[in-house]
């Protein structure tokens, strides 16, 4: 009987590259691993500190409500908004037809 396997010669096991590359596959795993929960624990600091524990202090208030309280209003273009919205009722009430064009079904 004749060996198959004679041709082939076994690596050594204590083969330096090789026990470097196995340590460098294995440390780059758990390398990721760290840094995805370190990401996933600072995301959930960030979301705890600026989503669920976001209050502000009586003078941060005041403050933005204060600057919002600076807005111009138009008195003249909320009449005209009004008015155009009571006319709009108006028709409404009386039963009138759109009297514009109609696109979909022209008379």
């Known amino acids: 009987m004749e060996n198959k396997n004679q041709g ?25 691993l760290l840094v ?14 600026y989503i669920v524990k976001s209050e502000w202090s009586e003078e941060k208030k005041q403050s933005y409500i204060n600057e919002q309280a600076v807005f111009s209003f138009d008195r003249e273009s909320y009449e005209q908004a009004t008015d ?9 009430n009386n ?3 759109f009297s514009g064009k109609d696109i979909f079904f022209p008379e």
């Open 36 to 49: 995805l929960f370190a990401v996933a624990v600072y995301a959930v600091f960030v979301w705890n500190k």
């Open 8 to 32: 082939e010669k076994k690596k050594p096991a204590g083969n330096i590259a090789d026990i470097l590359a196995k340590v460098g596959r294995f440390s780059a795993r758990w390398f990721y």
């Open 95 to 97: 039963g009138e037809r």
């Open 84 to 92: 155009f919205l009571k006319r709009r009722e108006q028709k409404t």
